[in-house]
């Protein structure tokens, strides 16, 4: 017995040992990627010196003789922190995730192959202009310069991730980064998605009538009616439903619906400042990661010093400010997609029908390569519209008759894109006319841009608009028929024809989303917004005062107040509140009288720290829910974030909304008051099974925890723990501090879309303005920069947006020299 005793612990001992030496192996083989920021290294690619000042956020300030120098060293800052990102990013585009993480990413290749980004981004080199290909280059050669270091001191390969996914790494070619920018432009699109998802509902709702109230225009003059899908073809057998969801894969380029772009951006003219200068803030939504999509940098250019949020990859800054212009970006929303069915010859099903007859599909076949697998062959199939979608994708299989296919028409589909050499000339812009005129060069992604100089402010929306016939049958909001030419786009409209506000009299201008201007089809922008609530309160704090300062914008960026609650809480509770009843303790109507009883006193505020807005986003949750449940079956599915005019609709019986109560399957009639008892029902219940029953003990921050998630490390366990961040925040859907709720079991009020950068910029005193990013500068979850400033963001902190070069030298952790090698 003592003998096995020995043996076993012998056993036990040296397992131990074996495993504190595989960790203590891992560790340094992980560490040995830890970038060294304090060195001087000799690269090819430079005419002088370069110097890369790490300040105490390990933000670089990058300092050069020439332009195409400063263009090298954001390169090489961009390598060292983020490589593993940025060529992520770069197989995304291109089609081969599925190289390293086989048959998980094959969807998203092959969707990536038809779209077929990469090549058009390879095309529109040719297109830049002279200085933004000398940018384009310089900055490919300092990311190869980093690649190269790694090779020749075996720096742990750059990154972690590569040695769980091992892939040689291509070097970096201009083209890259203008497919990283068509990479955002997809990450950002929403509209083809509505189109889908509207031709759902239009086949399942028994009252077409109804399809205003669940997909509502925002108020104001719009389309009055729309045709049934079902009537644009009239012959056509439209397969039944089925309750496929796409997957929720953090490697998709593409978010599910209501994950699209979103952004905050207002600013003020000297008027309207209480220093005088002029001001402006902008935080603009995304996906939450690990590590963040923005990276913050400073360029000292001829032009001047250029400072903000940078994405790796991308050889600009994209927002921020130079000493004499600041600009900020929020999506949009214009409709730059459009879907349209195409017939396939019944005798010969390589043509599809045009306006002129029958026509050859432009076809090419591409291999994909398969981690573990056999390759994959796919054909890729153009129309005059644009590239074949695959059928299996986002329910497009629900909506296309036997005997077709689905096209889809979009602006970033260019292969004359000079998106990128717009965003190199607004850092150059001295003021805004100047950043208006640079602005003519973007396609796509479309963004609202709104810029300040020291006297100015302006806003404008850049991006290619398609122009639609005016006789389209369902004016770009469901799939089309593309053999019929009024149903095709006619090119874009001129840039000057991009709507634009200079200098306005109220010296206030902004955009949180909200629908911008009543114009009428074809030049109506967009039927598809993507706020109507935040922009109230958004004018309510800035008509509140008579001038702003910097204090005053950052309050108004970190607000967490729902104008949702305020509005909706008043029509669903009226015939609950104060009936009087008496209740047992212990019964659910007991319950719902403190729920109610808590809510009656809540301002709207989405505080971490309460129980109500727990209580309300889970009623509303399951109030939509069960209005729409019945008439939409499965679709309901898709319905997963609350849409508040749709509930206003139905709670004001606007055009007959209130039928939406009633319960189509039930003998009896159903009354709105009835389904907002049984839901406020639901939702306590299912507080109850998750969080307890102890309302008043409820906090909004834990089921509202902001999850920054490692994209392919994420979900392994142990590692998870390191590589995911989880934080409690305020702020809801509906707040202009956004956190978008996921919307899916088991957790459906984790933040996972917000503001991953805010900036704030005040040219009364420029050293002044401040910025944040949503985690940290590095990629490398071993840096102690990996998430040091997220907690800043989490706590509605900033740190120095400065062009003081003096300033980034005495907090500095270190300077990074490169230099000529020695001939």
Known sequence: MATLFRWLLRLASMAIFVTVVAVLLVYYLAARSLPEYDKTLAVNGIASSVEIVRDNSAVPHIFASSDADAYFGLGYAHAQDRLWQMVLMRRTVQGRLSELFGQRTLDTDILMRRLDLYTLATRSVAAQTPEALAALKAYAKGVNARIAEINDQSLGRGAPEFFVFDAPIAPWQPADSIALVKLMALQLSGQFRDEILRARSSLLLPDPARLADILPDIPGEGTAALPAYASLLPDAQFPRYAATSEPDDPLSPVPRRGLAGASNVWAAAPARSAGGGTLLANDPHLGLTAPSTWYLARLQLQSGGVIGGTIPGIPTVLLGRSPKLAWGITSSYLDDQDLHIEELNPDDPQQYRTPDGWARFTTRRSIIEIKGSTPVTVTLRWTENGPVLPMARFGIDAITPAGHVMTLSWTALSDQDTSLSAALALMGAQDVDAAMQASKLYVAPSQMLTVIDERHIGMKLVGAMPRRDAAMQAQGRLPSPGWIETNRWQGVFPPEDNPEWIDPEGGIIGNTNNKILDRPFP???????????????????????????????????????SPAARTLLPLIGRDLWYTGEASAEGTPARQRERALDLLANWNGEMSEHLPEPLIYAAWLRALQDRLIRDELGPLADEFDHVEPLFIERVFRDVDGAGAWCDVIRSVAVESCTDIARLSLDDALVWIGEHYGNALESLRWGDAHQAVHRHSVLGDVPILRAFVNIRQNTSGGDFTLQRGVSSGKDP??????????????????????????????????FLSRHYDNLGTLWRRGEYIPMSLDEDLARAASIGVTHLVPPQP
């Open 523 to 561: 030049e109506h922008v967009s039927f598809d917004w993507g706020d109507s609530q935040r922009v109230t309160r958004w004018t309510q704090m800035m008509q509140g005062r008579q001038v702003h300062t910097r204090d005053s914008f950052i309050e108004a960026q970190l607000d967490t107040v």
């Open 747 to 780: 957790e459906p009020f984790l933040n996972v879309h917000a503001a991953t950068y805010r900036g704030v910029y005040d040219f009364n005193d420029p050293d002044s303005s401040v910025y944040i990013s949503s985690t940290g500068q590095s990629g490398h």
